[in-house]
């Protein structure tokens, strides 16, 4: 059988993506229960961008801007409102947004988890038990068989390297643990989970292809000549970046967090269920050694190449982004670009930074790294996880009264590469 992506008839995409939560509006989990309880600095979601009444205009505004791609993310909250009833209505509606994805001729590309978790999730069927692996691969079966073969193109989990982190590490994210045991097991039956719902799709979508989302950092040495700063930033590159590549490459992981974090294990089978990688690329950390306490050092984002920051103070740094494109593509799957952007509500910054990000996604295709499509994040204004609705991802400018979009004027910028992305010949296809 040939490798399903990219796909034959469709060898480059280039598109947008958004997320259910950040979009959709009024859709209590757990999330809003972290809302609630004052646990994020972001506040209320409440009806975010009102994407649940709108992704037909959304799908149609992307078509607009010359996409060929559209990513978004299934509500488990909404299909799986209690254990094991699902919500055919919510399936059917996510049904009709794939197929009108297909009528305008936009891929769809699915995720199933993107960082929020049904309300019962975490007592009946938590990630640090191997119960959330079934209760995760029924889910996505259903979604599978319930928008048929138009979506065949799935980033299964968004960032569960991130999710691992927030949530069981560090206590930032539901459900808000703080125990490198439970990250250990969480990110195992996350591994695992991902395999039970790739087969779960495969067998419901035979053509499908199976991808993860991964979030890379480019790591810098906050004094570039001090060793300890620079072992410090190769470490963090290799306890954030590479135990999901190795996970997926090799069917085995070791990361060490000092002090006391060992994140380690083995799935031999689970590199088969994975056709491509997708790469999360935002920023780049600097570290600098010695912070007193039980820390080895401090981070922080800086301007360290004169571009400015964004307006959640990131570094826009398209320099870091070919080495982790070389990074994920050591692995040996096809890569796509699942999410790429930056805050900034004045459109000042977004041109120049789409230039040179999609610059850099062409550069590595000719040297030879098989990147196969780049998506914006975001379409539209969204709300952020940690800071709510002051920084501004999209394309598309929210009016949060009226929930009407505009486009900015970067808008034209994505209009024109994407169609001298499209526009090129495709590298031939491997496989
Ligand atoms: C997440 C998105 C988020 C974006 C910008 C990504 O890592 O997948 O949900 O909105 O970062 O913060």
Redesign the pocket.
């Known amino acids: 059988m040939p490798a399903p992506f990219p796909f034959a008839d469709r060898p480059r995409l280039f598109g947008v993506a958004v ?1 259910h939560y ?1 979009v959709e509006g009024d859709d209590p989990c757990d999330w809003t229960d972290w809302e609630a309880a004052g646990r994020t600095r972001g506040g209320a979601c409440g009806r975010a961008a009102g994407s649940w009444e709108r992704y037909e205009d959304d799908a149609a505004a992307a078509v607009a801007l010359g996409a060929n791609a559209f990513r978004f993310s299934v509500s488990w909250s909404r299909v799986e409102p209690r254990y094991g009833t699902f919500d055919e209505a919510a399936l059917e509606r996510y049904a009709r947004l794939v197929a009108r994805l297909a009528a305008l001729g936009l891929e769809p590309v699915v995720t199933l988890l ?2 929020t978790h049904p309300r019962w999730f975490h007592t009946e069927t938590p990630w640090t038990s191997p119960a959330s692996v079934d209760a995760f691969a029924r889910f996505a079966g259903r979604v599978a068989r319930a928008l048929g073969p138009a979506a065949r193109c799935w980033t299964v989990l ?2 569960p390297f ?1 999710l691992v982190l927030g949530g069981y590490l560090d206590g930032q994210v539901p459900p808000g643990l703080a125990s490198g045991r439970d990250a250990a097991r969480a990110f195992d039956n996350l591994l695992a989970a991902h395999e039970a719902a790739a087969a779960a799709i495969r067998e419901a979508s035979p053509g499908a292809a199976i991808g993860v989302a991964h ?1 890379m950092m480019g790591f810098a040495p906050a004094r570039p000549r001090n060793p300890f700063d620079r072992l410090l930033a190769a470490a963090a590159g290799r306890f954030y970046n590479r135990p999901l590549l190795d996970a997926f490459g090799e069917g085995r992981w070791s990361a060490f967090l000092p002090p006391f974090t060992r994140l380690a294990g083995r799935r031999p089978s689970l590199p088969a269920s994975l056709d491509f990688f997708g790469v ?1 690329f ?1 920023s780049r950390l600097h570290l600098r050694f010695g912070a007193g306490g039980r820390r080895i050092g401090s981070f922080d984002y800086r301007d360290a190449t004169g571009r400015g920051l964004t307006d959640n103070g990131w570094e826009i740094v398209p320099e870091a982004f070919l080495p982790l494109l070389r990074e994920a593509a050591s692995i040996g799957r096809p890569l796509l670009v699942t ?1 790429n952007g930056l805050a900034d509500a004045a459109d000042a910054r977004r041109a120049a930074f789409l230039e040179e990000h999609v610059a850099v996604v062409a550069r590595a295709e000719a040297e030879g790294v098989p990147v196969h499509g780049y998506l914006h ?1 975001s379409l539209v204004d ?1 709300y ?2 940690l800071d709510g609705f002051e920084p501004r ?1 999209g394309l598309l400018a929210l009016d949060r009264e009226t929930l009407a979009r505009r486009e900015r004027p970067s808008a034209e910028t994505f209009r024109r590469l994407a169609a001298e992305y499209l526009g090129r010949p495709a590298a031939p296809r491997r496989g």
């Open positions: 997320s950040q993107h960082y968004n960032e991130v979030n999360n935002y999410e994040w969204n952020e996880w991802f």
